[in-house]
DNA sequence: CCCTCTATTGAACGGGGTTCATAATAGCAG
DNA sequence: CTGCTATTATGAACCCCGTTCAATAGAGGG
């Protein structure tokens, strides 16, 4: 029986991630709390340090599966999406901004983490993020076939922001909630006039 | 000697206004102390919440400030930008970066700072965020004339949005630093095509 | 069954925002 | 100037929270 513990562990944590996926889901990042997560999931206090450096790093394992599951939804619509690059873009911007709206407080918990100055973004991070680039990179190098690839990055880098400012201020409750429907004119307009005579 | 009281706690309010700035300043939003601040100000702890309701009063106050210096800023390139209603966006734009930059630390503040759920925006962010949304207004209305004011107003965001977005994006720590110049070149990137064949 | 070594536990620690009983002070009447 | 009272300022104390670590429980081998 030598790996007992670590197969207890392991359950542990992945109970105590599911936990507080769910607690952050509800009521956000800054609902988290390290007592309520060890008596939700029957543990004792000390017993989250024993899987975990601190808490960020539960934060951090909910933020990968969250990024998975964005990834997930922007692929399953680029999938359904139609042949043309420039629908393609639009679509999946779409998705994300669907997203969001329906996983507010989980969306906000992927750039609400605060990382330790200096630290590198973990690599799952980096690995989600190059994916979803890869899907908006592909489109875009349909549309503009005589662009560098170091141009084509910063295109992608660029109409992802974009997208996600427009997101982003668009759910923010201080501009007294842009209607969804605005948010997708927004999307839809940056991309198609951005797309227009390549 | 009726205002006496008054006038101490306003200087005060004024003295910790200037104090917790420079704090947020140098060290970000989230090493501001009330302890320290007391100390700074050479005042007991109490003494702040004889003059702010909490610390995200003072924050608040801070962040009007800074909003304001950005105004300031975005409003000096706009009168140094020649007639070109593009050259006028992207000039701007570019400021907004600069200022974001420059003022990293205070410039996150602005975002950064939890409202109550369900409590409206301050009167003056409402105002500055109008006061700068009017800035790009101006030169959008030239450049399309043929637009309602409605869909001048969702261009206006859209396009602050998307700007927002890359400054944000590029800035962020977790993409391992995009350089300064390739958050101009997405900036000029994104209004010279949208502003394109108007 | 005991002994040892590891894993678990939760009380305690340190630090932070906020409050409130108390001390200090200002204003005023005599 | 001296009490007296109402107002203001003070900072110790409260509560909450993340994290730690001495003490306990438990597992495995002899």
Known sequence: MAGKVAERRAALRDNLIIIAEKRIASDGLSALRARDLASDAGCALGAIYNVFGDLTDIVLAVNARTFHRLGADVAAALADAPQDPV??????????????????????ALFDVERAPGEAAPDWYLQEMGQLFAYISDPLAVIFPNRDPQE??????????????IVLLGLDGASAGVPSDDIDKMIA???????SNS
């Open 87 to 108: 629908e393609q873009l639009v679509v999946m911007a779409q998705a994300y901004h669907c997203f969001a709206a329906a996983n507010l407080h989980s969306w906000r």
């Open 152 to 165: 084509l990055a910063l295109l992608t880098r660029a109409l992802f922001s974009s997208v996600h400012g």
């Open 189 to 195: 307009l940056i991309l198609r006039q951005f797309t």
